[in-house]
């Protein structure tokens, strides 16, 4: 008996540790920052998360990225869906020095932003919803207001920026 409990917090303690290793305790780093407008440059998907149009919009993005030193992935989830069969719509891009007929242009406006900061293991990253009301968290700390509009940058497997563009008043 008593050699089932070590063993078991032993365990515990190890998957814990990986844990930690991997940065499931890091902390979102969040600041609030001052911005120029998006122009990005991608593709407007909608569909269910299992279609393989999904899969081909960020493989094409991807290709762009490799031709664009410099450039990184965009995600921008309208709706995001409760299960597989739910619709999705998100939009896949990055900024590039010039626009590319193949691809649609979205703008979005940015004079202030909020930016939430993830440096984890993509396994052990918080979720989208959890990111998102740590940053609606933070804006109403600071009596800001944000324009519903979450913009992922995603630098590297296990670094994530979040935008979160604020509404202002001009």
Not at 4 to 27: K, M, N, Q, R, T
Not at 31 to 37: A, F, K, R
């Amino acid at each position: 008996m008593k050699r089932s409990v070590v063993i078991g917090g032993l365990v515990l303690l190890f998957l814990v540790g990986v844990y930690f290793l991997l940065g499931g305790f890091a902390p979102l780093e969040m600041e609030l920052v001052s911005c120029g407008e998006f122009k990005l440059s991608g593709i407007h998907y909608r569909g269910t998360p299992q279609d393989a149009a999904l899969g081909e919009s960020f493989r094409k993005i991807e290709d762009v990225i490799a031709e664009n030193p410099g450039s990184v992935l965009h995600t921008i989830y309208e709706v995001e869906p409760a299960g597989k069969l739910d619709t999705l719509r998100v939009f896949v891009g990055t900024v590039l020095p010039e626009q590319v007929d193949s691809l649609e242009l979205l703008a979005i406006p940015c004079k202030q932003a909020i930016i939430a900061k993830i440096r984890s293991h993509r396994f052990v990253m918080p979720s989208p919803l959890k990111v998102k009301s740590q940053i609606e968290a933070y804006a109403a700390q600071r009596g800001v207001t944000l324009s519903g509009v979450f913009i992922d940058v995603l630098h590297d497997s296990d670094e994530v920026t979040v935008w979160a563009p604020l509404v202002t008043g001009d």
